[in-house]
């Protein structure tokens, strides 16, 4: 975990400064949209870069055993998870934060807020999670949000940097353009605490993925598009092997997959594919 953090602040450091090299495997067009996105959040304000930058450092705190014995004593059970964690824990003791108590009042408000954003954009990315789980994160401030994305974007990108600490070997054009568009998704209403807004964006998402790989005049494009994503097809000949195999089901099997997958979690529980 550490060397993951320790890359996805490398790499956000090598976007402030233009330095494509860090991400080999992204085309320089990709880049600059890349490093455009992120100067249009962060720049906001000066402060943005130092908030995103402690966002990055803290990410994974809440996986340490301090924090968790923290949370047990203070809370009396364990988090539900460590980013939920280690919004509790801040709420709990601030004294445990001093670096936050160094930005200024309204950064650490913007910072507090962000990590009530509690939804997942990599399982988002992938299919994987449902409209109810954005809608759960209730609302929270527009600026928040997009800072926590922004952090989330570059935790991806250092995901291998158990293996490889110096450059992104994961940021290719295909995945940049899949976080990008998810998070451009779900900033796309301020508001997602509403069953319609969560609804809009999530399926706004599994369309462009549905696009993406042929599907876009399908009746079942929110079906395939999805899959698509859980099997991590991006392109039409992708898709048409989701349409050969979609095709060879017996009717029972295809009827249980249309069920499962239309499941919004508002209505009945579904399953989230972890």
């Known amino acids: 975990e550490a060397d993951r953090t320790f890359l996805g602040l490398i790499l956000f450091k090598a976007v402030l400064e233009n330095d ?27 402060n943005y870069v130092e908030l995103t930058i402690y966002a990055l450092a803290c990410n994974d705190l809440g996986k340490t055993q301090f924090l968790v014995d923290q949370n047990i004593r203070s809370r009396g059970r364990k988090a539900e998870d460590h980013d939920q964690l280690l919004a509790e824990a801040l709420e709990d003791d601030p004294s445990l934060f001093p670096g936050l108590s160094s930005l200024p009042p309204e950064q650490q408000e913007q910072y507090k807020h962000g990590l009530h954003f509690n939804f997942n954009l990599g399982q988002m990315v992938q299919g994987e999670n449902l409209p109810y789980n954005l809608y759960a994160t209730g609302d929270v401030p527009l600026l928040s949000k997009s800072l926590r994305l922004v952090a989330e974007l570059y935790d991806f990108a250092g995901v291998t ?51 993406k790989c042929g599907f876009e005049n399908d009746p079942l494009f929110y ?13 039409p000949a992708k898709g048409r092997l989701i349409t050969d195999v979609w095709n060879q089901l017996s009717l029972r099997h295809q009827s249980i997959l249309l069920r499962e997958i239309y499941i919004d979690g508002f209505h009945k529980k579904g399953i989230l594919i972890y």
């Open 161 to 211: 940097g158990h293996i490889n600490h110096n450059i992104s070997m994961v940021m290719n054009d295909d995945n940049a353009e899949l976080f990008l568009q998810a998070i451009r998704s779900a900033l796309a209403h301020e508001r997602t605490a509403d069953v319609q807004h969560a609804q809009e964006i999530y399926t706004r998402y599994i369309r462009y993925r549905a696009e």
């Open 223 to 235: 079906l395939k598009g999805r899959i698509a994503a859980l099997s991590r097809a991006t392109d």
């Open 20 to 46: 494509a090299t860090k991400f080999p495997n992204l085309s320089s067009e990709k880049f600059a949209e890349l490093r455009d996105f992120t100067l249009s959040i962060v720049n906001q304000n000066k």
